[in-house]
């Protein structure tokens, strides 16, 4: 399997291109995805002067094997909100994101939620709304390598 290391200042570059249409769509907050979407919507929020930023804990992977089964914890309370982009670095498979929107969906129909993500497989079981590059082998984000170094 091929690997592409991903860096900090392509990521920065890649958040960049992600906020013109995030801010057209002018969400009430940016619910990241733990681990891998945490970085990626701390900085769009920042981009986006956005204050209101929650996370979701979804652990599907083992290092890099898929798990049989999800576990989502942490779910925000968004009842005060209309419009949401749930963030992730990338958009695999597309089942964890399949299931945190059944999730947060059931529990918030009131929310028009839409998808941000840097990555995506054209695979995927779901497309994001907002994405920038389509992975065509392992990525090996900075910060799962770098911190390790």
């Given at each position: 399997m091929t690997k592409k290391y991903y860096s900090y200042d392509e990521c920065v570059l890649d958040c960049k291109s992600l906020l013109a249409p995030i801010k057209e769509y002018n969400p009430d907050a940016i619910v990241s995805i733990a681990r891998g979407g945490l970085l990626i919507g701390q900085l769009l929020s920042?981009?986006?002067?956005?204050?209101?930023?929650?996370?979701?804990?979804c652990v599907h992977y083992?290092?890099?094997t898929k798990l049989d089964s999800f576990k989502i914890s942490n779910i925000?309370?968004?009842?005060s909100f209309k419009k949401i982009v749930l963030?992730?670095?990338?958009?695999?498979s597309g089942e964890t994101m399949v299931e945190i929107l059944k999730i947060v969906t059931k529990k918030y129909p009131q929310c028009e939620i839409k998808i941000a993500s840097i990555f995506y497989k054209n695979s995927a079981l779901i497309m994001p709304d907002f994405k920038v590059k389509e992975a065509k082998e392992w990525i090996d984000f900075f910060w799962e390598i770098d911190i390790n170094r």
């Open positions: 920042y981009g986006m002067n956005q204050r209101e930023l929650y996370s979701i804990n083992d290092d890099t925000p309370d968004l009842s963030v992730d670095d990338i958009v695999d």
